[in-house]
């Protein structure tokens, strides 16, 4: 992957409203960037005519059957890049390439699960899929340009939770609110809120 982005730009997509709002114009545009998405959002990507070039996973707890296996026979020539410890059914079943990553964080789990794995290819951990595309992406990739789609960390009652998908997330997580890009009122959670600070202060430091 070292400098595979020289001269390209490439859209990075996470799951907040966004990405459904400007699906559309993704798909015009989709020839001419390579698309890096999180885990949750190969299914619209797939139903919608748009094949990632790359799959970012990284927890365990993200369900195969919910979230890959309906789409999981399309994957050929798609890109998963996997955390160590992230649901082995998606690298087991995934018919394109599968890399692995172990994370590297504040309380050194990866002198545990590097050994473990036997993968030695260190990422700093980013408290979130969609932040791992970024710092994946900058640490080796080395894109001209990057655009992050759906990376907007809160949510409004006008909208879903997710893209293209609803969760009662939207009721029960509501730990704060904030003003969106738009002026509007959004609420956010912490780990939504801790999430867009970790991205912000790794843009300050590293880019």
């Known amino acids: ?16 409203p966004s990405f459904e709002k400007k699906f559309d114009t993704l798909k015009k545009y989709r020839d001419n960037v390579d698309i890096a998405i999180v885990d949750k959002a190969l299914g619209p990507c797939i139903d919608g005519g748009i094949k990632p070039n790359f799959v970012f996973l990284s927890d ?9 296996e309906p789409w999981v026979d399309k994957t050929d020539g798609i890109v998963l890049i996997s955390n160590v410890t992230a649901n082995p ?4 079943n995934w018919r394109g390439p599968v890399y692995f990553t172990v994370n590297k ?3 050194e789990t990866e002198k545990i699960y590097g050994p473990l794995s036997g993968c030695d290819d260190l990422i700093p951990a980013s408290s979130n899929v969609g ?7 900058t640490q080796f990739m080395n894109y001209d340009k990057y655009l992050l789609l759906g990376y ?17 997330k939207r009721y029960w997580m509501r730990h704060g609110l ?11 959670t912490q780990n939504l809120l801790f999430t867009c600070r970790w991205l912000g202060d790794y843009y300050k430091a590293e880019l």
């Open 131 to 137: 932040n791992s595309i970024v710092v994946f992406a």
């Open 152 to 168: 907007e960390f809160v949510f409004t009652d006008d909208h879903t939770y997710y893209a293209f998908k609803d969760t009662d």
């Open 1 to 16: 992957f070292i400098h595979k982005g020289i001269g390209k730009t490439l859209v990075c997509v996470g799951l907040a």
């Open 178 to 188: 904030s003003i969106d890009t738009e002026g509007r009122l959004a609420y956010v």
């Open 105 to 107: 964080d504040n309380i």
């Open 60 to 68: 365990a707890v993200i369900s195969y059957e919910e979230w890959c």
């Open 89 to 92: 059914k998606w690298s087991k």
